[in-house]
């Protein structure tokens, strides 16, 4: 099933096109919390997933509607940005690392200043809680050019610099971040789709220099555009959510009954 059927039917409540959005896209979202919410356990992490799909569904699906629905990447960013402000109740400020200054917009934008894209994205990555492995798979990087983009790190966050796991070492400090950047957009900021664009080589060299140019100075956009990659690399790493997760995630939700039962009443009356 495509997916804009998926969504489509997933609107309608059907069950069907509900087993096919909670096995794709569970999975890139329990991967999400645990670098953002890395005090969940799996557990934990399940029932804020649960949580998020069952508000999606909520007064007629009316969340559900209103994510981007042209593209699927596009649509599981927004998804991303709804699941962690749902599960940002779990987040304590009192357990966030105090071995490093916690980031803060400020901060953060003044390590970026002057940084070209692609260090802004790598330093921006290890921030939110990547492993040097993972934040290389996600920008597609090689080693060195990840050290280069590491190198402002130097100073004050060797903390986060050479940690082989996933998962933001202030989670609270960095969802205030992340609240102040998707706040901040102005009319300047390209449209998500642009990046989209840019990222499957689909622009000319003029529009990719233009939003470039705008991103290194923008924390809303390059925000997006980091949520982006992340997003592209999970959906083509995670395999599926396997069945009995889906149903049990599935119980909660308003998805209408399989035509099962009716099949097989008539089965019974005609044979
Ligand atoms: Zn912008």
């Given at each position: 099933m495509t997916f804009h059927k998926t969504l489509a039917g997933c609107e309608e409540g059907s069950r069907a096109a509900w087993q096919g959005f909670v096995a794709s896209y569970t999975p890139t979202l329990l991967r999400l919390l645990s670098v953002y919410?890395?005090?969940?356990n799996e557990e934990r992490q399940k029932q804020v997933c649960q949580e998020s799909l069952r508000l999606l569904c909520a007064d007629n699906f009316r969340r559900l509607r209103?994510?981007?629905?042209?593209s699927e990447r596009e649509c599981i960013v927004h998804l991303r940005a709804f699941l962690l402000e749902t599960g940002?109740?779990?987040?304590?400020?009192?357990?966030?690392?105090?071995?490093a200054p916690e980031p803060t917009p400020d901060t953060v934008k003044d390590l970026l200043k002057g940084l070209p894209l692609i260090h802004q994205l790598v330093l921006f990555l290890k921030l939110a809680g990547y492993s040097d492995g993972t934040l290389e798979g996600i920008l597609r990087i090689t080693p060195t050019v990840a050290q280069s983009g590491l190198q402002?790190?130097?100073?004050?966050?060797?903390?986060?610099?050479?940690?082989?796991r996933d998962g933001g070492l202030w989670p609270a400090a960095w969802m205030n971040l992340l609240r102040h950047a998707w706040a901040g957009?102005?009319?300047a900021c390209p449209h998500l789709r642009q990046f989209t664009r840019i990222l499957d080589g689909q622009t000319g060299w003029n529009e990719k220099e233009s939003a470039e140019k705008h991103t290194v100075g923008c924390l809303h956009c390059l925000e997006r555009w980091a949520a982006l990659r992340e997003v592209t690399h999970w959906l083509g790493v995670m395999p599926p959510l396997p069945a009995d997760h889906v149903d049990v995630l599935l119980s909660d939700l308003p998805v209408k009954a399989e035509p099962r039962a009716r099949t097989s009443l008539l089965k019974w009356m005609f044979g």
């Open positions: 919410a890395p005090a969940c209103t994510l981007d629905h042209q940002a109740n779990q987040l304590d400020p009192a357990a966030d690392n105090r071995n402002r790190l130097q100073q004050k966050y060797t903390v986060i610099l050479k940690r082989e957009g102005s009319d």
